[in-house]
């Protein structure tokens, strides 16, 4: 059974940056397309950003962003350590959120839907403010 934890949230000022790990015991992770989510306060679950299984690495848009992110978030993967990341740059107050990995085994095509990826992590805080 796959397990998922978020790890690397925490209280940042404006401008700050942050790199959230999202590590996978049980399952090879490289086997597994990963979303990162993340839901504010009052908000619903948006996601942010998604990287493919690495079986499918050289294929075009290995990597997705939704559009209010791009260029300050970047996602990765390191299959050795089986972990993804996605490092933060520039925060801002409305990055504060809770933010979730999700994966999906051998999912072809990166999608930020919530409802496709069947296992989650407990998440991690991000917060924002000067």
């Known amino acids: 059974q796959l397990q998922l934890v978020e790890s690397g949230g925490a209280l940042v000022r404006p401008g700050g940056s942050l790199r959230l790990s999202c590590t996978a015991s049980g399952r090879t992770l490289a086997d597994y397309t990963i979303a990162w989510f993340r839901q504010g306060p009052g908000k619903e679950r948006e996601g942010v950003s998604c990287?493919?299984?690495?079986?499918?690495?050289?294929?075009?848009?290995?990597?997705t962003y939704h559009e209010s992110v791009k260029g300050r978030f970047t996602i990765s993967r390191d299959d050795a350590k089986n972990t993804v990341y996605l490092q933060i740059n520039n925060l801002q107050p409305e990055d504060t959120a809770t933010y979730y990995c999700?994966?999906?085994?051998?999912?072809?095509?990166?999608?930020?839907?919530?409802?496709?990826?069947?296992?989650w992590g407990q998440g991690t805080q991000v917060t924002v403010s000067s």
């Open positions: 990287i493919k299984y690495s079986g499918i690495k050289y294929t075009t848009e290995f990597t």
């Open positions: 999700a994966a999906d085994l051998e999912r072809p095509y990166c999608d930020l839907q919530p409802k496709l990826y069947p296992h």
